[in-house]
């Protein structure tokens, strides 16, 4: 069993900044690409920003984010503690929505990979 859960998410002013985390535990053998998405209401489910892990490439780690996201939210990861971030800056109250954490796991040497998901954590940014 795998399990990713998230936290960080609040009411926030519009301009503030929150940072969001994301910790998986369980039968974890190598985690690839972890993600941040959002879903606002009537809304179909976006990729925010994700990460994968330039460990096993011998490369930095490769990073991509959403045009409305870039220049304010950053995202970055902790492989010790399989733990994944999203710094967010500049807040406006269309990044409102509910934010959720996904990751491509491999539970173990000969597993498969999948990609798991979070409970998800509300963000809402007032004007």
């Known amino acids: 069993q795998v399990q990713l859960v998230e936290s960080g998410g609040d009411l926030v002013q519009a301009g503030g900044s929150l940072r969001l985390s994301c910790a998986a535990s369980g039968n974890i053998f190598s985690i690839n690409t972890m993600g941040w998405y959002r879903q606002a209401p009537g809304k179909q489910r976006e990729l925010v920003a994700s990460?994968?892990?330039?460990?096993?490439?011998?490369?930095?780690?490769?990073?991509e984010y959403a045009d409305s996201v870039k220049g304010r939210f950053t995202i970055s990861r902790d492989n010790a503690k399989n733990t994944v971030y999203l710094q967010m800056n500049s807040l406006k109250p269309e990044d409102t929505a509910v934010y959720y954490c996904a990751a491509d796991i491999r539970p173990h040497v000969l597993g498969d990979w999948r990609v798991h998901w979070g409970q998800g954590t509300q963000v809402t940014v007032s004007s």
């Open positions: 990460i994968t892990s330039g460990v096993t490439t011998g490369y930095a780690d490769s990073v």
